[in-house]
């Protein structure tokens, strides 16, 4: 007779462990590097923080960081709400594009993986000369020495926000889709990463589905939506997700730049601290709304 140690595990259980497996670098780095330092910084928040040659001081303020921060600093508050806004404005247009962009890219065609590079190239190039670039702000040098008259691609958005007035289209749609449109750089390079992850959920929808529904005379746009989207629903949950932490922690985000400025050129550490603890707090509170919303509306594929 056969004694067992251990308990049968469900495929649910199994799969369950597996995924604390794949996890557990994470959390025993977390708790290795991150924990510690994220400790520090809330006592820095409620500390003046003073360098000196041999360390720093601390003297305990409370919450006065904070009220610095929110009520004596001139652009705290103006650049925090105007960062916040302008990402969860962009945010659709990301998903939007990436979503279309992953779908032309599943297609068969000759150089399909030339365009799938050059979609990812952004993600390589920010790091360096394009983002020198956005950084000097080159576009805006440029049309400086445009002649008024040339038009050309510059007057593209007026005219397109003339065609979708003639219309009759929402005035606030028309102003959101100039808008996007007039941020078509921004927007390319934060989809690289999205664009990826939809392609990799495209292809792993399995194609007898897809035979099945041509049996039964699906027509195409039936098959997306029955489907595709379905299918592919988690996946927006994942990228919704990305794209608001990837947005608010980039380099040439505003609202970074002006915290960074408070610690090492004002030399106000823990007003600095405040603000990120702020920061932070925000975007996890965006995290849980979104994920409150969507969660219980993707639809999970069930082997």
């Known amino acids: 007779m056969r004694i067992r140690f251990w308990p049968r595990l469900t495929l649910r259980r199994k799969r369950a462990i597996w995924g604390y497996v794949f996890i557990s670098p994470f959390i025993i780095?977390?708790?290795?590097?991150?924990?510690?330092?994220?400790?520090?910084?809330?006592?820095?928040?409620?500390?003046?923080?003073?360098?000196?040659?041999?360390?720093?001081?601390?003297?305990?303020?409370?919450?006065?960081?904070?009220?610095?921060?929110?009520?004596?600093?001139?652009?705290?508050?103006?650049?925090?709400?105007?960062?916040?806004?302008?990402?969860?404005?962009?945010?659709?247009?990301?998903?939007?594009?990436?979503?279309?962009?992953?779908?032309?890219?599943?297609?068969?065609?000759?150089?399909?993986?030339?365009?799938?590079?050059?979609?990812?190239?952004?993600?390589?190039?920010?790091?360096?000369?394009?983002?020198?670039?956005?950084?000097?702000?080159?576009?805006?040098?440029?049309?400086?020495?445009?002649?008024?008259?040339?038009?050309?691609?510059?007057?593209?958005?007026q005219s397109m926000m003339g065609l979708l007035l003639i219309l009759r289209m929402p005035t606030w749609f028309v102003q959101y889709i100039v808008t996007a449109v007039e941020r078509v750089p921004d927007i390319i390079n934060a989809s690289a990463i999205p664009i990826v992850v939809f392609l990799s959920a495209l292809q792993g929808i399995p194609s007898s589905l897809y035979e099945c529904a041509a049996i039964e005379g699906a027509t195409g746009w039936e098959t997306f939506w029955k489907i595709t989207f379905p299918l592919v629903s988690p996946l927006f949950l994942t990228n919704i997700i990305y794209i608001i932490v990837d947005s608010f922690t980039r380099p040439g985000n505003t609202l970074v730049e002006l915290i960074n400025d408070s610690?090492?050129?004002?030399?106000?550490?823990?007003?600095?601290?405040?603000?990120?603890?702020?920061?932070?707090?925000v975007i996890a509170l965006i995290l849980v709304l979104v994920f409150l919303l969507l969660a219980k509306r993707v639809v999970y594929m069930e082997e």
């Open 29 to 157: 780095g977390f708790i290795a590097f991150f924990l510690g330092p994220m400790v520090q910084s809330i006592i820095f928040a409620f500390n003046e923080l003073t360098i000196k040659a041999a360390g720093f001081n601390l003297t305990y303020v409370g919450w006065e960081n904070f009220r610095y921060a929110l009520r004596v600093d001139p652009d705290f508050v103006r650049v925090f709400t105007e960062t916040t806004i302008q990402i969860l404005v962009d945010l659709p247009a990301i998903i939007l594009f990436s979503f279309f962009a992953a779908n032309l890219l599943n297609q068969k065609f000759r150089g399909r993986w030339m365009a799938r590079v050059v979609f990812f190239l952004p993600v390589i190039l920010t790091a360096g000369i394009v983002y020198r670039f956005e950084s000097g702000d080159i576009l805006t040098e440029v049309l400086d020495y445009v002649p008024e008259e040339a038009g050309g691609v510059f007057s593209v958005s």
């Open 263 to 281: 610690a090492w050129g004002r030399g106000i550490y823990g007003v600095s601290v405040a603000m990120t603890w702020m920061y932070f707090g």
